[in-house]
Every structure is written in structure tokens, then in C-alpha cells.
């Protein structure tokens, strides 16, 4: 997200380098949904070119239709229609993070140092900070804004209190392709939606079914788009094909002990495994799934930090706010903390405000929105190892408010609008 914040700099005349550790653009184009959100939306307007940002939305896939709940023999629990994607902001969009990956690059060819993996800083006694990378390079300047990930090296030095500990929920992330077999396999509101599957035994999932608008040669599907489509030099880099996303969790107690080790082949066996007395048809999905796309992960979260003393150090997105993805709201917190940096350290660069003042005012905002929505998404049903959805004794119980919930809620009107009514006010604040 530094690159989209970077991009607003660069408009604003301000000088900036971003480094990435992949070797090349090509590298890392890992073809997994990412939610966008208003928030998402107004922050990724307010520092892309206006061009670029209508490229964005052309790259997103269709939009879901339908918020589904449904067991794990297929039955729906609960479907909430969805309000359309008619406008550019206050929509909510699914892109292919490599596809968004390749939205930021574009433009940067001149801003963006590739092969670069971050060691250590260093700062100097005249205010300059310098990184140090692990091909023997370094790069000095006014400020270094660490957007390295959970795994932080930044953070590690500069904020060595901040932890991030584990949430005790282990998950693994499948994609299948989509053709006319996967696609027979699912309703139609499932087909144009995304559904959570809550299961027995403690196994929860996930499945999203995403569509773009090129085809499986690369070309425009509408002919309205070939203009922007054609004229856009990211998607020679992307990978991302039409597919459907099915993910499951659960604590880790429901996975082996190694799962987190397991590849390919083996890792889809394991989810098959965990899944089990699941429908035919969800299982069916695992077994077409491409095996070298699958992937484990063991969730974390971040715990809060008193704000501390600004310098010419600072930390945005997962670096400093590791959330879970129980509100789906993390890549969004994150672009919201690019566009709050890029406009503070714009007004600097004017010579509204010192820099340091800048760095200040950023990290005075982003610490408690940042930290609110880390407590948010963690205190959401299943993202915590120690739910009473994971327990034997309580967890029939749990699973039986969760789906009693969604089924009453779905049912009655004035429950239905409020539902809605509460899920965009969250995700548009």
C-alpha cells in the first residue's frame, strides 16, 4: 500500500522511492480476492491519477449480488441482497491482489526498486534516515515509512514492545478454476455472491466466486472496456483468470500439527480431510483446485501499543495494525493509511507544516482507527482460536445462535435492513 501512498507523493511533487523485495513486477502475483470498500475506494481515488483510478474499478471483478449463509451440506441459512456497483466510491469491489498489485505499479517504473530486502535503519545525527538492504545497498532520506508486513523488520527495531501474537486459528486458501463444471456445482446466488459456511466440527469456510472482465486469453470480454483495458500496460503482467475461492478455518487443534508446513497436493488433501462430511460438491471444489495456488496460514493480530514519539520513522497497514479478517477491513485500513500519510506529508512538503509535525498527526489518527478496527475484527465470530465455535462442549450450542441469527435476520424485514444498514455504515466510517 506504501506504492499507492507513494503515487500520491509523487503527483504532489514530492521525491520518494519505494523498495520491494521481489525481484521483478512479475513476481508475487498471488491471485487472492481483497475486498475494496468505500474506504478503500475514496483513499485509492484521493492518490491514483483520476485515469488510474477508473482502471481500477474496470480491473474489478463483478461485483457480489448476495451476502450467503450456508451449512456445509450446501443448505442456505440465511441470503442478503447486496446494493449494486452503479457508483465508483460508494461501492463495495473485489479485486485479485495481484491485479490491484499491478494498479499501483503503474506509473512508478521510475519510483519503484525491485530486489531490495530490508535489514536494518539507521538514523542520522542531521535528521536523514538511512535503510540498509541485503545486497549491500542503502538508500538515505527524510523519512522511511515501513510497509513491510506482520513480519516487520521495521517494526521489530523501531517498536520492538509491539507484538503480534498468534489468534490460534490455522486456515488454507484454495482457488479453482472456474469453467462450466466448478460453476454447475454452485446455485446461482451462491454463483454471483459471497457465502460463509458455517459447519459442524468446529470448520468454518469461506467461498467467493470471482469474475473479470477479461477471458482466459487475456482479452476484453465487453467491448466497452477494450479501450481502458487495452491501453492499460498492468494486465500484461497479471495472472489472474476467472476462478472461485473456497478457504476454510478453524482452530488450530482441527488441522494437523504440521499443517502449516504442507504444500501443494498435500495441503489440499488436508483441507479435504477437515472437510470431510462437507457437501460433494464443496469437496468437489477442493479436488479441481490448482494445488501449486493453495496456500496455509496461520492468522494473527496485533496487540495495541500506547501511541509513541514520532520521528523520522513511521509504520502503516499490517506493519503496525495486524488484523484478522474477521471484518475484512484490513487492506482497506491499510490504503486509508496511505492517503492520510500522503496528505500530511504533502502539506509538509508545502511548507504547511514541519515534517516531523506531519509524521505526528498521521500516527495521532491512524493509532486508535487502527487499533479500534484490530479489536473489531478479532472480536468477530470465528477469527479467535478460543471461540466457543471451536470448544466440544460449547460448540453445538454456538453453531446453533450463529445460524438461529442469520435465519431470523434474513427473515424479517426490519432485522434484514438493519443488518444491512449497520454492515455499509461500518465499512463506509
Known amino acids: ?132 538492504f541485503a545486497d549491500g545497498t542503502r538508500a538515505t532520506g527524510d523519512l522511511l515509512v515501513a510497509a513491510d508486513g506482520t513480519r516487520s523488520a521495521v517494526r521489530r527495531q523501531y517498536l520492538p514492545h509491539a507484538e503480534v501474537k498468534d489468534a490460534g486459528i490455522t486456515a488454507i486458501a484454495t482457488r479453482t478454476p472456474l469453467t462450466p463444471e466448478t460453476r454447475a456445482l454452485l446455485p446461482e446466488e451462491v454463483r454471483n455472491g459471497i457465502s460463509l459456511i458455517f459447519g459442524t466440527r468446529g470448520m468454518i469456510g469461506m467461498l467467493h466466486v470471482m469474475e473479470f472482465p477479461w477471458d482466459a486469453e487475456g482479452k476484453p470480454k465487453d467491448p466497452a472496456d477494450a479501450a481502458r483495458l487495452g491501453a492499460w500496460s498492468g494486465l500484461r503482467y497479471d495472472n489472474t483468470r476467472d476462478y472461485i475461492n473456497l478457504s476454510v478455518w478453524s482452530s488450530h487443534a482441527h488441522f494437523p500439527a504440521d499443517a502449516l508446513d504442507r504444500r501443494g497436493a498435500e495441503l489440499v488433501a488436508t483441507a479435504l480431510a477437515a472437510t470431510e462430511n462437507w457437501h460433494p460438491d464443496l469437496r468437489r471444489l477442493f479436488e479441481l483446485s490448482d494445488p501449486e495456488a493453495a496456500f496455509p496460514l496461520r492468522i494473527s493480530t496485533s496487540v495495541p501499543v500506547e501511541a509513541w514519539e514520532s520521528s523520522n520513522v513511521t509504520l502503516l497497514g499490517d506493519a503496525v495494525h495486524t488484523m484478522t479478517p474477521g471484518q475484512g477491513v484490513g487492506a482497506n485500513t491499510a490504503l486509508r493509511d496511505a492517503a492520510l500519510l500522503c496528505r500530511e506529508l504533502t502539506a509538509a512538503a508545502r511548507g504547511e507544516k514541519p515534517l516531523l509535525a506531519a509524521v505526528a498527526a498521521y500516527e495521532a489518527e491512524m493509532i486508535p482507527y487502527g487499533f479500534a478496527r484490530v479489536a473489531d475484527s478479532l472480536n468477530n465470530n470465528g477469527t479467535r482460536g478460543d471461540d466457543p465455535l471451536y470448544r466440544r462442549g460449547t460448540g453445538r450450542l454456538a453453531l446453533f445462535a450463529a445460524r438461529s441469527f442469520f435465519s431470523v435476520t434474513s427473515k424479517v424485514p426490519a432485522l434484514r435492513r438493519k443488518f444491512l444498514a449497520d454492515l455499509y455504515a461500518y465499512r463506509e466510517a
Do not use: W
Not at 487472492?32 to 483520476?50: F, K, M, S
Not at 473485489?94 to 503503474?106: A, G, H, M, N, P
Open 1 to 132: 500500500m506504501v506504492t499507492r501512498s507513494a503515487s500520491g507523493l509523487k503527483r504532489a511533487g514530492v521525491e520518494v522511492a519505494v523498495f520491494e523485495r521481489y525481484g521483478s513486477r512479475k513476481d508475487g502475483l498471488y491471485g487472492y480476492r481483497v475486498g475494496i470498500d468505500p474506504t478503500g475506494n475514496r483513499a485509492l481515488r484521493e492518490c491514483l491519477p483520476p485515469g488510474l483510478f477508473d482502471t481500477f474499478v474496470a480491473t474489478c471483478a463483478r461485483t457480489p449480488r448476495h451476502f450467503n449463509v450456508l451449512t456445509e451440506k450446501k443448505r442456505s441459512t440465511a441470503s442478503f441482497e447486496l446494493r449494486d456497483d452503479a457508483d465508483a466510491v460508494d461501492a463495495e469491489r473485489s479485486v485479485s491482489r495481484s491485479t490491484l498489485r499491478q494498479v499501483l505499479f503503474t506509473g512508478m517504473d521510475d519510483v519503484v526498486h525491485y530486489g531490495k530486502e530490508f535489514t536494518h535503519y539507521e538514523q542520522r545525527p542531521d535528521g536523514t534516515v538511512t535503510a540498509f
